[in-house]
């Protein structure tokens, strides 16, 4: 990742299709299209790809999450359990429907402790969001238990992990709803887009009406269609669908060259018996976007970090102390900083989360190096690159 290393003639042509006949929107203008549906076929596409009944595409991989949870029926007050460490998207995307999110441990998978899942629920937990973070999983058997013992929906981020699977299952689609991004950075990108995926027929229906202001998309009047329900505008549009479509094709590419630069890395690190890596559960398979690895503590990875910058191994990072990834540093959040008002059981929420300290989190990710896999880089750039990082993780240790 990311899939704009390889853009080329694929992207360009799908792309071509739509300025050639004109049409920049998804739905209708049927007459002007000659046949060109980007966001349907790509819609499609995905369905194989996830190995799901429905997809349904969106702005951005942020409203995939708010379409998602807003589909299955989460709003005003629902508690919305979610990691301690992800992207700030996650907590926005909860609140932006009213509810309010919980966060939890995260154990050596670096997602949703599926313990301190259990010891958060409480009479309003409405659903569990699990944050498949740089390219693995959570323990998904356990929380998928502890969803089904408490009657919870599992909501399934799966943004970073495209083509990652679990017990034969494509991320994404083990939860009662997946979500997507395809934003400039991601796997498969769009330039802006996003998927929200399942298996539920009415949530799908749900997620295509609300996505587009409440249409029902019976008939090809657009504006004899009738609302069901309220909805707000998440559509991607054709420009945006059109290069998603060039790129999915392309994901098999994509993934086998993240795994060949993966293991070319992680073999190198192997070799240093104080490095040890992030557990991945049981018939779990990364999608070798992220090489994740633990150093013995919070100094040894500070140091690793710096001695990575002084030797130019770019795109790794130490996420205790990033502003974008870790709770740590989200004093926007635990301060309420909002423009417009909150609601009073969110203000609360938010003052309990400013109070509190996940010591688990803060061991596992202060020991943390995540390094970013790229397409671009050659055999030798890699091989370099794993001479370069084990000689300084040696010498921080
Ligand atoms: C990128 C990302 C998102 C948000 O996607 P956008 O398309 O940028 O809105 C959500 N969750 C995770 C884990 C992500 O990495």
Known sequence: MPGFERFGDLERKELQDVLDNGVLMRYGFDGMRNGHWKAKALESELKTALQCDYVQLVSNGTSAVSVALASAGVGAGDE?????FTFVASFEAILLLGAIPVLVDIDDTLGLDSKAVEAAITSKTKAVMVVQMCGSMANMNALSQVCEKHNLLLVEDACQAIGGRYNDKPLGSIGDLGCFSFDFVKTVTCGEGGAVITNNEEYYTNADHFSDHGHDHVGNDRGAETHPFLGYNFRISELHAAV?????????EFLEVQKINYTILR???????????RTVPDGGQESYSFLNFFLPNLETARKTIESFKESGVDVCWNYYDNNWHYVRKWNHLKD????????KEIKEALGILSEKTFTQSDHYIGRNISCLIKLSWTEEEVKERAIKMVEAIRSSI
């Open 80 to 84: 919305v359990i979610m990691p301690t």
């Open 244 to 252: 998603g479509l060039a790129q999915i094709r392309r994901l098999s």
């Open 336 to 343: 309420a900083k909002s423009l417009f008002p909150l609601s």
């Open 267 to 277: 073999d190198a690190l192997s070799q240093i018996p104080e490095v040890t890596f």
